[in-house]
């Protein structure tokens, strides 16, 4: 049941992309009981998860970049 | 101070990405935002001999996407402009409620305040990404942006997954660390 703080945090990680199993999220979750320290990491996580969901950012597509460095390319030519 | 150079050659992989989001965040439309990144691009390129050296390259090519940006709702807005002024209570008719006094904005509504925060949070988020080493902004972005899969993202970059779990790990620890300073 004991789990170390990098496992903790590790646990923390892949539960911010629903990757974590449910047995480690029990582990994670007693473990942030005496936790103080990975408490506080566990919190700022999930705010970064929620902050990146709100900014709603996108990136380009390897396509369309290919396609801007050829044009651009072209051009400087 | 040093003075900055012009790398075009390294601007799609460096800049496009920053560029594109700061674009779509203002006019809500990915087609128009890559026009708009690829017109920076070119405008750049032709200006480049007016380049000074006193603004990091990312600065100067933002400024130029900015006038771009106004160019645009310029653009549009002379089209609409051309119409004539017509004065009614309600401009779409099947909206309920026909009475002025329905149509006044609910000063409860947070949508204006949230709309403008989350562009600034946007431009934030992607300014700490861009300060990451390469490999780290990389993997976050393809885990959280394109929400790829750990297979996936291990199988394009050929590394293990807890490789991936490592890097995901330092890169969520300096975007806690630079938000902190920046946003909070």
């Known amino acids: 049941m ?30 942030l009981f005496t936790c103080k320290v990975c408490k506080g990491y566990s919190k700022k996580n999930n705010e970064l998860t929620s902050l990146c969901d709100r900014a709603g950012l996108t990136v380009l597509s390897e396509e369309d970049k290919e396609k801007m460095k050829r044009d651009l390319e072209k051009k400087n030519a | ?8 050659d390294t601007w799609v ?23 708009l990144v690829q017109e920076t691009f070119f405008a750049g390129l032709n200006s480049a001999k007016n380049y000074k050296g006193d603004a990091a390259e990312r600065t100067w ?17 002379s089209k609409k402009g051309k119409a004539e002024v017509r004065i009614n209570y309600s401009s779409d ?19 204006g305040d949230n709309v403008l925060e989350n562009e600034e949070l946007g431009d934030a988020l992607q300014d700490c990404i861009s300060k ?6 990389l993997v ?3 885990k959280t942006i394109q ?4 297979e996936d993202v291990c199988n394009e970059l050929g590394i293990n997954p807890s490789n991936l779990w490592v890097m995901i790990h330092r890169a969520r620890t300096a975007l806690m660390g630079c938000l902190n300073e920046n946003w909070f």
């Open chain 2, 132 to 137: 990451l080493p390469q490999k780290q902004a």
């Open chain 2, 140 to 142: 976050f972005s393809m």
């Open chain 2, 93 to 111: 008719t099947d909206a309920e409620g026909d009475w002025l006094e329905q149509q006044v904005a609910d000063p409860y509504s947070k949508d």
């Open chain 1, 2 to 31: 004991k789990i170390s703080c990098e496992e903790a945090q590790g646990i923390c990680d892949k539960s911010q992309y629903k990757e974590a199993s449910f047995w480690d999220i029990i582990k994670l979750r007693f473990h």
């Open chain 2, 61 to 77: 090519l933002v400024s130029i996407l900015k006038r771009k940006v106004i160019d645009h709702y310029r653009k549009i807005n």
């Open chain 2, 147 to 150: 929400g790829m899969s750990t």
């Open chain 2, 1 to 8: 101070m040093t003075k900055h150079k012009l790398q075009p």
């Open chain 2, 13 to 35: 992989d460096q800049y496009a990405d920053y560029l594109f989001n700061y674009a779509v965040s203002r006019v809500s439309d990915t087609e128009i935002a890559k026009d």
